[in-house]
């Protein structure tokens, strides 16, 4: 990303700061990242775009920071099932119902595949906090027995969220609620079920 900010500079904090990344992020999800400018940001946010580059160097920087600052749980939800804890990470507000945050998803999209820093940061400061969480749902569902020693977790982690976009962008099928128990129950959780006794999934 861009060099460090000098620390001299007057900052943006606090109520402000969230009330610029609440400004930046309803830009985003209306006109997507190629046409968001620094001035369309201060005028949604009422401030003087001087202020904006106070705080961030560019709109990468405060874009990054906007998607950082969505709510998110801090913490894998805990149901007592995989099936339980899928579909409280993945159903409703910030999961992949959430249409708000799918406009958002969307427009960043086009940045990923341009600005080599821009996907780097993306990838290391917003998707990898939300796969940890991924990944830590399956390993508890593994301790649990719910899930097979020898399912590899890099392939099935990413898998439910890799479908379900799949259909929504590429397919232009919004998911809801039913398509995503239906990813669940008849992908995701026969491919990582124990055999019975019997040797079934």
């Known amino acids: 990303m861009s060099p460090a900010r000098e620390t001299s500079r ?9 009330e610029v990344l609440d400004a930046t992020l309803d830009v985003l999800a209306e006109v997507g990242y190629d046409r968001l400018t620094m001035d369309a940001v201060a005028s949604a946010a ?3 775009k001087a202020t904006l580059y106070r705080r961030w160097e560019g709109k990468a ?4 920071d906007a998607l950082v600052s969505l709510k998110a749980p801090a913490a894998a939800p805990d149901t007592g ?11 409703g507000m910030g999961g992949l119902t959430d249409d708000r945050m799918m406009s958002i998803l ?9 600005d080599a820093a821009f996907a780097t940061a993306f990838r290391r400061d917003f998707i990898g906090p939300k796969e940890q969480i ?3 749902i399956f390993t508890r569902a593994r301790e649990r027995g ?22 929504r962008f590429l397919l232009g099928d919004a998911p809801d ?17 124990p055999a019975t006794a019997d040797g079934s999934p």
């Open 81 to 91: 099932t995989l099936r339980g804890d899928l579909l409280a990470a993945f159903c």
């Open 134 to 136: 991924s990944r830590s």
């Open 106 to 114: 969307a427009s960043v999209i086009t940045a990923i595949g341009r």
């Open 146 to 167: 719910e899930v097979r020693e020898d399912v590899d977790l890099d392939l099935v982690v990413p898998a439910l969220a890799g479908i379900v976009l799949h259909r």
């Open 177 to 193: 609620d039913v398509t995503i128990t239906g990813v669940i129950d008849q992908i995701i959780l026969p491919a990582v079920r």
């Open 46 to 48: 009422r401030a003087s």
């Open 10 to 18: 007057p900052r943006v904090e606090g109520d402000r700061e969230q």
């Open 61 to 64: 920087e405060l874009v990054i």
